[in-house]
DNA sequence: ATAGGGTTAG
């Protein structure tokens, strides 16, 4: 056996290649003539998706003429992986023609490419194979099934197949139990947790992970801590995963101390977890201090990835500061992650949030790839700074090129009408997205229209607007509507909508001072006085904006 | 076959 032959053999069951080694190894394969051969086109296929090559590994797939199952999928699995869920799902619909049985790992990927991209129906189609397959109580697909049903918000779904399984094994108990994380049902997860050690199975650092994952405010902070002393006490808080949760968790629960004090607790904090503490510290409003971490994990030597990036972007456009927010701009050319849509979407945003609207439509413009969200950055951008009919040509081009605008689509198409005072436009966007793009309007969207009608000064329009939302309690729009009397100083309907809101809202002191001003501009200072006394006896004691009086 | 950080709108 010459030399070539032995590298090949030994190449191939590493799987810490570079592209180029794969490039030789494929080489080999065709000059040794095995390149038609299965077991190294799997190996080869699996080498190219690793190195994120989809393209020469579709190459490889084409051309063997007789495929096993393994061959199918490793192209299918390297598709489900890249998340081109479309093409892994052509070639399972290509696969089923053909005289070839998929297995469990077959349905394995086949289940997480639906999980992300098609919904729940497609979801039950795919399980329905997966029982005519005779695989129902196989624990590969059914792990893969419990967690695509979790992500999908059919949670209950999910434990069926889990409570179909006669004797679930790790995984399975892990899937399920991080289903409930990501569903928001913490209880549930750790109930089963309980039940899980109750029938003896040992947790592991997965379990971990998904309990932590479904703690999401405030209140949870006790449960949190509780689930820290379990990682600490069987050492998994060690696991890079494990440690990114806790200082996600903390943050989440808004307990920065204990967040820092899991990330230093990291003998050496890897990316992901210096982003989860620069995003626990941009939500919780501290923007400038996730500034200087992003400084300081530069010049401790770990290089920043498009997620970094994006997110500090979002701090630099929280604090509308251009500065830092242009030397990251530089770093992102210099390392070529303008390519990254995340990135560039994230950079629009800065330049606009900062006022400077034209170069944020720059750095759009120059984008190689799009998506929703870049085309929402855009429209908002140039909306909220005014140029509301450049943000209508970027809305109609974000049609013609075949995007499906969503929620923040229409938040930022209605905010720029607001801006701009365009009440007709306004009016058409709310039905065209209910009509035509099938959106149901949220809150935030009759807020905008609200707004816009009230400061045109229709203010019968908006009152009617508001009885026709179902269930119109949401003090928002009534919020949004008292602020245009006040600004319009309208005390008819301004003191309707004021005592609506005390009603609602009874401890939302901004109202009783809006209502004050409504007051105020039209002279009534004895209504002023009497309504700051109530505010007195109510136990606020200050009233801002009028220590003049 | 299971796990961590995510850009837009608000």
Same mark, same amino acid.
């Given at each position: 056996?010459?030399?070539?032959?032995?590298?090949?053999?030994?190449?191939?069951?590493?799987?810490?290649?570079?592209?180029?080694?794969?490039?030789?190894?494929?080489?080999?394969?065709?000059?040794?003539?095995?390149?038609?051969?299965?077991?190294?086109?799997?190996?080869?296929?699996?080498?190219?998706?690793?190195?994120?090559?989809?393209?020469?590994?579709?190459?490889?797939?084409?051309?063997?003429?007789?495929?096993?199952?393994?061959?199918? =999928?490793?192209?299918?699995?390297?598709?489900?992986?890249?998340?081109?869920?479309?093409?892994?799902?052509?070639?399972?619909?290509?696969?089923?023609?053909?005289?070839?049985?998929?297995?469990?790992?077959?349905?394995?990927?086949?289940?997480?490419?639906?999980?992300?991209?098609? $919904?729940?129906?497609?979801?039950?189609?795919?399980?329905?194979?997966?029982?005519?397959?005779?695989?129902?109580?196989?624990?590969?697909?059914?792990?893969?099934?419990?967690?695509?049903?979790?992500?999908?918000?059919?949670?209950?779904?999910?434990?069926?197949?889990?409570?179909?399984?006669?004797?679930?094994?790790?995984?399975? %108990?892990?899937?399920?139990?991080?289903?409930?994380?990501?569903?928001?049902?913490?209880?549930?997860?750790?109930?089963?947790?309980?039940?899980?050690?109750?029938?003896?199975?040992?947790? $592991?650092?997965?379990?971990?992970?998904?309990?932590?994952?479904?703690?999401?405010?405030?209140?949870?902070?006790?449960?949190?801590?509780?689930?820290?002393?379990?990682?600490?006490?069987?050492?998994?808080?060690?696991?890079?995963?494990?440690?990114?949760?806790?200082?996600?968790?903390?943050?989440?629960?808004?307990?920065?101390?204990?967040?820092?004090?899991?990330? =230093?607790?990291?003998?050496?904090?890897?990316?992901?977890?210096?982003?989860?503490?620069?995003? @626990?510290?941009?939500?919780?409003?501290?923007?400038?201090?996730?500034?200087?971490?992003?400084?300081?994990?530069?010049?401790? @030597?770990?290089?920043?990835?498009?997620?970094?990036?994006?997110?500090?972007?979002?701090?630099?456009?929280?604090?509308?500061?251009?500065?830092?927010?242009?030397?990251?701009?530089?770093?992102?050319?210099?390392?070529?992650?303008?390519?990254?849509?995340?990135?560039?979407?994230?950079?629009?945003?800065?330049?606009?949030?900062?006022?400077?609207?034209?170069?944020?439509?720059?750095?759009?413009?120059?984008?190689?790839?799009?998506?929703?969200?870049?085309?929402?950055?855009?429209?908002?951008?140039?909306?909220?700074?005014?140029?509301?009919?450049?943000?209508?040509?970027?809305?109609?081009?974000?049609?013609?090129?075949?995007?499906?605008?969503?929620?923040?689509?229409?938040?930022?198409?209605?905010?720029?009408?607001?801006?701009? @005072?365009?009440?007709?436009?306004?009016?058409?966007?709310?039905?065209?997205?209910?009509?035509?793009?099938?959106?149901?309007?949220?809150?935030?969207?009759?807020?905008?229209?609200?707004?816009?009608? @009230?400061?045109?000064?229709?203010?019968?329009?908006?009152?009617?607007?508001?009885?026709?939302?179902?269930?119109?309690?949401?003090?928002?729009? %009534?919020?949004?509507?008292?602020?245009?009397?006040?600004?319009?100083?309208?005390?008819?309907?301004?003191?309707?909508?004021?005592?609506?809101?005390?009603?609602?809202?009874?401890?939302?002191?901004?109202?009783?001072?809006?209502?004050?001003?409504?007051?105020?501009?039209?002279?009534? %200072?004895? $209504?002023?006085?009497?309504?700051?006394?109530?505010?007195?006896?109510?136990?606020?004691?200050?009233?801002?904006?009028?220590?003049?009086?």
């Amino acid at each position: 056996m010459c030399f070539g032959l032995a590298f090949l053999v030994y190449e191939l069951s590493q799987s810490h290649n570079t592209l180029s080694i794969v490039k030789q190894l494929h080489a080999l394969t065709i000059k040794y003539h095995l390149s038609f051969d299965p077991f190294y086109a799997t190996k080869i296929i699996r080498l190219y998706a690793l190195n994120n090559d989809l393209h020469s590994a579709r190459i490889v797939f084409d051309r063997i003429p007789c495929r096993s199952v393994y061959l199918w =999928n490793s192209i299918i699995r390297a598709y489900a992986r890249a998340h081109q869920f479309n093409h892994a799902l052509c070639l399972f619909s290509q696969m089923l023609r053909t005289e070839i049985e998929p297995d469990n790992f077959t349905f394995a990927s086949v289940i997480r490419a639906c999980s992300d991209y098609l $919904d729940e129906v497609d979801l039950r189609v795919v399980h329905g194979r997966v029982i005519i397959a005779g695989l129902g109580s196989d624990s590969i697909s059914s792990s893969a099934l419990v967690r695509a049903y979790s992500r999908v918000r059919f949670v209950d779904e999910a434990r069926r197949v889990f409570n179909g399984m006669p004797k679930p094994d790790l995984v399975m %108990w892990n899937s399920m139990v991080s289903g409930y994380g990501s569903s928001g049902c913490w209880d549930k997860g750790l109930e089963l947790f309980r039940r899980m050690q109750k029938m003896g199975e040992r947790p $592991d650092g997965y379990t971990m992970v998904g309990l932590l994952s479904g703690l999401w405010e405030p209140s949870l902070l006790q449960v949190g801590k509780g689930i820290h002393g379990l990682c600490l006490k069987n050492g998994f808080e060690s696991y890079a995963h494990v440690g990114s949760a806790l200082v996600t968790m903390y943050s989440r629960c808004g307990c920065l101390s204990s967040a820092y004090g899991a990330f =230093n607790s990291q003998s050496l904090p890897d990316l992901v977890q210096w982003s989860a503490l620069i995003t @626990g510290l941009i939500q919780s409003g501290a923007c400038e201090e996730a500034l200087l971490l992003f400084r300081e994990m530069n010049l401790k @030597g770990q290089k920043a990835d498009a997620i970094s990036i994006a997110s500090t972007l979002a701090a630099c456009a929280r604090l509308a500061m251009m500065g830092p927010g242009r030397e990251i701009h530089c770093y992102v050319i210099r390392h070529g992650f303008e390519l990254e849509v995340m990135v560039s979407s994230a950079l629009v945003a800065m330049y606009s949030k900062s006022g400077f609207a034209g170069l944020g439509f720059r750095v759009f413009k120059a984008m190689s790839k799009r998506n929703t969200i870049a085309y929402n950055s855009v429209i908002s951008g140039l909306g909220s700074n005014g140029l509301a009919s450049f943000a209508f040509d970027m809305f109609n081009e974000m049609l013609e090129e075949g995007f499906q605008p969503d929620q923040s689509t229409f938040s930022a198409l209605l905010g720029t009408c607001c801006h701009a @005072g365009f009440v007709k436009d306004g009016w058409d966007l709310l039905r065209r997205m209910e009509k035509e793009f099938n959106i149901e309007p949220s809150t935030e969207h009759y807020v905008y229209m609200v707004k816009l009608l @009230g400061m045109a000064g229709e203010f019968e329009k908006a009152y009617q607007l508001i009885h026709s939302i179902p269930g119109y309690t949401d003090s928002g729009v %009534w919020g949004a509507l008292l602020s245009c009397c006040e600004v319009h100083g309208n005390s008819e309907l301004g003191e309707v909508v004021a005592h609506r809101l005390f009603e609602i809202a009874p401890d939302k002191s901004a109202y009783r001072v809006m209502l004050s001003n409504i007051y105020a501009s039209n002279g009534r %200072w004895n $209504d002023v006085k009497s309504l700051r006394d109530d505010m007195m006896e109510g136990g606020l004691r200050k009233m801002p904006g009028l220590s003049w009086t």
